[in-house]
Nanobody, 119 residues
């Protein structure tokens, strides 16, 4: 069984920074793209994604403040968030395209980590 576990959320003041981590564990053969989403009351919103080769893609709303990266050796994806704003308050989720059998990729989601931006 494969799982993704996020960490690093918490309460931060406006203008501050956070680094979220998401580690995959279990019977993993390989991981393709990994990404981050967030959900305030309402729809889940795409933030960023990164391929196994390191190519990145960002939502326009977060470009310049959010940076996604990954450590393939640790099966971990990170999200650096700078210049936090109150509207960044949300539950942040990671996901990954993970193969547990050769050629069979499943989309796995983490349980989420809460980021609250408030003074």
């Amino acid at each position: 069984q494969v799982q993704l576990v996020e960490s690093g959320g918490g309460l931060v003041q406006p203008g501050g920074s956070l680094r979220l981590s998401c580690a995959a564990s279990g019977s993993i053969i390989s991981i393709n793209a990994m990404g981050w989403y967030r959900q305030a009351p309402g729809q889940r919103e795409f933030i960023a994604a990164i391929t196994s080769g390191g190519s990145t893609n960002y939502a326009d709303s977060v470009k310049g403040r959010f940076t996604i990266s990954r450590d393939n050796a640790k099966n971990t994806v990170y999200l650096q968030i700078d210049s936090l704003k109150p509207e960044d308050t949300a539950v942040y989720y990671c996901n990954g395209e993970i193969a547990t059998h050769p050629g069979l990729y499943l989309e796995i989601w983490g349980q989420g980590t809460l980021v609250t931006v408030s003074s």
